[in-house]
């Protein structure tokens, strides 16, 4: 599928499940991906190195050529990854971790921690460093079903009292006491170091001021709508016909969510609810909040936790992901409904339907103030991470994700001392849920591992955000004349035209029963036009030098059963159909106009949409073969096709339960023996999926040698995982709780190919002046905005925005601060401007943000304000 804003992941973003939606025809990060648990701490056995397994030999089409011995090769030949393996281990917590660091029983703990304490060791060992990131965030999930199927009523299915609970939680407390002071205080689905929070700090403010913590009006509130419900307070505790209303609280046992559900049950509990605190880690609470039916009633409140796994330049799409049934295909999201001025604009926003920045602006204003209304999530907390690791290590990370969410890690992973050698890894989880590429884990400990077996066409840069091409050679973009997309670098074009007229013989639509494509022709009779046209140009040489793991050349076929896939599942006359795609699919569909191959050799696509990100570069749409759960050439997938067609397997969680079948796993468990059985059979009849259309770009003997890879594949691997990566799968252990990937020797990119990615240049803001302000009488402030104590650059500087707050936390005004010279700006508040600063204690806060990260940086300053 093209890379989509909503589920990136992504691929972005992250777990307890990750933001991916089907397919949209552009590029964003990924997206939030659920935060995982963590399980038993790993014997320094299982962590230890594994002798790599060698690859089979691959069907040729051709004979091969005489074995010759493998020379040595210096750092410049090296290709692909730096290090030959990477051992995968579980890790209950932080605190278990860095002894195991100390001793050099693994060499990085690739999990984010936020707990000071152990901040403070790491910092002060001098053979351990560390990494910061920003994306891991923490909520309180609510089960939104207002009556449970055996008549329990659900408080938390009442909008009203969900919203209340924004003022019954002291998030001041939770940043303070719990994190000790690594976090801020979070209430919107948008994160504090990402560029639409500096972008809307007046709004963000303004509700941070309205929904700051008041316990008597929460439970006001609730009061009355209990009250309202029938429910009855007896003896201090709510009662539904005659039985106390218990909250059943889930409560995460690996990290800071265990002192935050406590803390939160506590406060449930003064507001007169019997609260039944089942603590449990994420093997156990997954099957509840996640996979369960809402309305069976399992549950109430989870304390949830995500990790965006890149720098998200637009989160617009985070209010249709987080609140809407465009999230994910899991009953959870399937159960939410919405008023539908709020649906519409978090559709909208995810589609980026709009023609102009302002009009985004007040669609992104509007979607806050409903989100909070909303409150199917009450967030609590943006987290300052560190990821640990070996001082002999080095690699590259991403601001949002770390290390473990960075699409450039396995790339860049290695000892400065050597090439080669085995990278022990250990994290709170592994092997959390089925993996398959369509609808498998998104956990973040399991797509940490299955980064480094695919690649992209396009990768994020782990600063800014933008893409960077990868098997790409270049791009253009023709967006139409007004739209607010911007161009930063150079490998992709960026032109305005007034209008983009679509071709007649572009694919539009899928017609299941057919199994063929409709053409604009067909679909729009009179003709269509689109917002942005996007055209993606492929190395020339990619069909020669990419190979899949199991020895298949990547081949055209590969993208064009990814077109079809990113129609098929919603269409109800598919032979795979499931229901919890068609919500992703219709909303795809409503800004969607066509796709066209315009060359097969080179591969050149041609992509028309109504849906555009505001960066040409992440605008790019690529329908490279890396889906939402994952890569795969189609021969893999064409064996869990016909699993799913003779109803043995299901590709989704939703279907899964729905039919009562095993969730397909392409690494491990029941699922093998029914993916074996499937492969023996298309390897017979030399099946090829949705052949009316597939046909045309696979041969009968492509098909068999296709098969026959994949037979020796899963003959020597013991799984059908298969991608393009640096990295592949070679060993799994659902025992020890242990996955092992080796180096891809056959990797065609030279390892040095991402290096160069140096210490990020955050910003520090320092903001001077009176502290007392005088009504109508001038006031200046100078802002000093450095890096490593050095002016920052005003050319690398986007915008030096500055708001000022009375007591209350009212905006009195905001502006842009004037540059004076490098790293010195100053905001001069007019006589008119102090006048309306009512007397009492006032802030004003800078927020700086820098061309070079997409991390917006702050600095604030309080002063008095007096009468004359």
């Known amino acids: 599928m093209p890379r989509n804003r909503l589920f990136w992941s992504v691929i972005a973003l992250l777990l307890v499940v990750a933001l991916v939606t089907t397919a949209c025809p552009r590029q964003t990060t990924p997206t939030p991906a659920p935060e995982a648990t963590q399980p038993p701490a790993p014997t320094p056995t299982e962590a230890a190195a594994v002798q790599p397994t060698k690859p089979p030999a691959p069907t040729p089409t051709e004979a091969p050529p005489e074995p010759t011995a ?18 995968f281990s579980q890790l209950e917590s932080g605190e278990q971790a860095i002894p195991r660091l100390e001793a050099g029983d693994i060499d990085i703990y690739g999990s984010g921690l936020s707990d000071p304490e152990v901040f403070a060791q790491v910092k002060d060992n001098p053979d351990l460093t560390y990494v910061e990131s920003f994306g891991i965030y923490t909520e309180l999930t609510f089960n939104p079903v207002l009556n449970f199927n055996d008549g329990r009523l659900n408080p938390f299915g009442d909008p009203q009292i969900r919203e209340a609970i924004n003022w019954a939680v002291d998030r001041d407390y939770i940043v303070q006491e719990i994190y000790g002071g690594l976090a801020t205080a979070k209430y919107l689905p948008i994160t504090s170091a990402f560029p639409d929070y500096a972008r809307y700090v007046d709004k963000v403010r303004a509700l941070e001021a309205k929904y700051a913590y008041d316990l ?69 609470a997954s099957p509840i909040w996640y996979s369960s039916e809402p309305a069976e009633g399992q549950w109430h409140v989870y304390t949830g936790g995500w990790i965006t796994t890149a720098v998200d330049r637009d989160q617009g799409g985070n209010f249709a992901f987080f609140y809407t049934n465009l999230g994910l295909p899991g009953p959870l999201w399937q159960a939410y409904e919405n008023v539908p001025e709020f649906y519409d604009i978090a559709k909208r926003l995810a589609n980026n339907e709009f023609t102009s920045m302002e009009e985004r602006d007040e669609l992104f204003r509007q979607a806050m103030d409903y989100a909070l209304q909303d409150s199917v999530r009450v967030w609590l907390a943006d987290t300052v991470s560190f990821t640990p690791f070996s001082a002999k290590l080095e690699v590259a990370y991403d601001l949002a994700g770390g290390v473990q969410g960075s699409a450039l890690w396995p790339f860049t992973l290695r000892w400065k001392d050597q090439v080669g050698g085995t990278v022990r890894w250990g994290q709170p989880g592994v092997l959390i849920e089925p993996w398959n590429p369509l609808g498998g884990s998104n956990w973040i400990y399991d797509t940490d591992v299955q980064r480094a077996t695919g690649e992209f066409a396009v990768v994020t840069n782990p600063y800014t955000g933008l893409g960077l091409p990868n098997r790409v050679e270049r791009a253009e973009v023709v967006a139409e004349t007004g739209l607010p997309i911007r161009r930063t670098l150079d490998w992709v074009t960026l032109e305005f035209q007034d209008e983009i007229t679509v071709p ?18 067909e679909k729009f009779p009179d003709g269509a036009t689109a917002k942005v046209k996007t055209v993606v140009y492929y190395e020339e040489d990619m069909f020669d030098k990419v190979k899949w793991h199991d020895g298949s050349p990547l081949t055209v076929a590969d993208f064009v059963m990814n077109m079809i896939l990113t129609f098929d599942r919603g269409k109800e006359e598919s032979q795979i159909y499931d229901e919890a795609v068609v919500p992703s699919l219709e909303s795809f569909l409503s800004v969607f106009k066509g796709v066209r191959i315009v060359s097969t050799d080179p591969l050149v696509i041609e992509t028309y949409s109504d849906s555009y990100s505001l960066d040409a570069e992440n605008t790019v749409s690529t329908w490279w073969p890396y889906y939402d759960f994952g890569q795969s050439p189609w021969h893999s997938l064409a064996v869990g096709w016909l699993a799913e067609t003779n109803g043995e ?21 029941p699922s093998l023996e029914i993916l074996k059985k499937y492969l023996d059979q298309a390897a017979e009849e030399g099946f090829i999926p949705y052949e009316p259309t597939l046909g045309e770009y696979v041969t009968a003997d492509e098909a068999k040698a296709r098969y026959e890879n994949l037979a020796k594949w899963y003959d020597e691997m013991g799984h059908f995982w298969v991608g393009t990566g640096p990295f592949y799968l070679s060993r799994v252990d659902t025992t020890a709780q242990v996955v092992v990937i080796d180096r891809n020797p056959d990797y065609p990119d030279p390892a040095t190919k991402w290096a160069g990615f140096g210490t990020p240049k955050i910003a520090d803001v320092e903001v001077d002046g009176p502290g007392q302000v005088t009504a109508g009488q001038e006031a200046t402030f100078d802002v000093y905005v450095t890096y490593q104590d050095e002016p920052y650059p005003a050319d690398d500087i986007e ?70």
Do not use: C, H
Request: proline residues 4%.
């Open 70 to 87: 493998t020379p040595t090769v210096s750092p410049e030949e090296r290709t692909g990854a730096w290090v030959d393996q990477v051992v």
């Open 649 to 669: 397997l299901a590709f989704t969680s939703d279907k899964s339960e729905a039919a009562g079948v095993e969730w397909m796993n392409f690494i491990s468990g």
């Open 504 to 521: 007649e013989d572009a694919w539009a639509d899928w017609d299941a029963a057919e199994q063929r494509f409709i053409t604009v022709g």
């Open 799 to 868: 915008a030096v925005k500055y708001l000022v707050f009375d007591d209350a936390g009212n905006l009195v005004t905001s502006g842009d601060a004037e540059l004076v010279e490098d790293g010195t700006y100053q905001v001069v508040l007019s006589g008119d401007v102090t006048q309306n600063i009512p007397a009492g204690p006032a802030k004003i806060e800078v927020a700086v943000t820098s061309k070079l990260v997409s991390i917006p940086s702050f600095g604030s300053l309080e002063f008095v304000a007096v009468a004359p």
């Open 216 to 284: 008597e009006k929460a439970r006001q509130v609730i009061t009355e709508r209990m009250e309202a419900l029938g429910a009855e307070m007896v003896d201090g505790k709510w009662t539904y016909n005659g039985e106390p209303i218990t909250i059943i609280f889930l409560i995460r046992t690996e990290d800071e969510r265990t002192q935050i559900g406590d803390y939160v049950a506590n406060q449930l509990e003064e507001l007169g609810f019997t609260v039944d605190r089942q603590y449990k880690n994420r093997t156990e």
